[in-house]
């Protein structure tokens, strides 16, 4: 079976993350957008500068490098329900000069807005290899970001079986032994 839905390095974003590493600096990737590729699906082409056709860009919510695999990057961005009516068939990784440094295609899916009678939240998710993950600077704007109940509940419920609770004191608020 040939693979149908992928993730590219840009021409561009190819040549940043390539100079990155030769000077020693960070490439920073910072937004990503979605679009509908005008009703079909697309091909990912390096020579692309953006999306065919852009219907939302918005700051990244998780950029991390993937602790299976150390040469795939993993962006994230959660599309909450207040926002949609429209189809998602390509996604593009944007720095923070504004340059498309990765195009992916994507199966498509539509995103409903609330006011239409449905409504999710959405997570859109870009994993692309890299030859070189040190020259990426993993930082996210913690103002921007949104949780999902999932990772909430996940976190709750990760600390509600640890042994990580603090003892009270005269001085400090935790737990009190009867």
Same mark, same amino acid.
């Given at each position: 079976?040939?693979?149908k839905y992928y993730a590219i390095l840009t021409n561009q974003g190819a040549a940043r993350l390539a100079n990155a590493t030769m000077l020693g600096s960070k490439l920073n990737l910072t937004r990503m957008a979605v679009g509908?590729? /005008?009703?079909? %699906?697309? =091909?990912?082409d390096p020579a692309q500068t953006k999306l065919i056709n852009q219907k939302r860009i918005a700051p %990244? /919510?998780?950029l991390?490098?993937?602790?299976n695999n150390q040469s795939q990057i993993i962006a994230e961005q959660i599309i909450p329900e207040s926002e949609g009516?429209?189809?998602i068939r390509e996604i593009g990784l944007y720095d923070d000069k504004g340059v498309l440094?990765? #195009?992916a295609n994507c199966p498509e899916t539509y995103k409903p807005q609330l006011?239409?009678?449905s409504g999710r939240t959405q997570t859109i998710r870009m994993i %692309?290899?890299?030859? /070189? =993950?040190?020259?990426?600077? %993993?930082?996210?704007?913690?103002? #921007?970001?949104l949780a999902t109940r999932k990772y909430v509940d996940d976190k709750i419920s990760e600390h509600e079986q640890s042994r990580r609770h603090p003892d009270a004191s005269l001085t400090a608020k935790g737990f009190v032994q009867l």
């Open positions: 079976m040939t693979v509908d590729a /005008n009703g079909v %699906l697309p =091909t990912p %990244l /919510n998780l991390s490098v993937d602790p009516g429209f189809w440094i990765a #195009v006011q239409e009678g %692309l290899v890299v030859t /070189n =993950t040190e020259a990426i600077t %993993l930082k996210i704007d913690p103002s #921007v970001v």
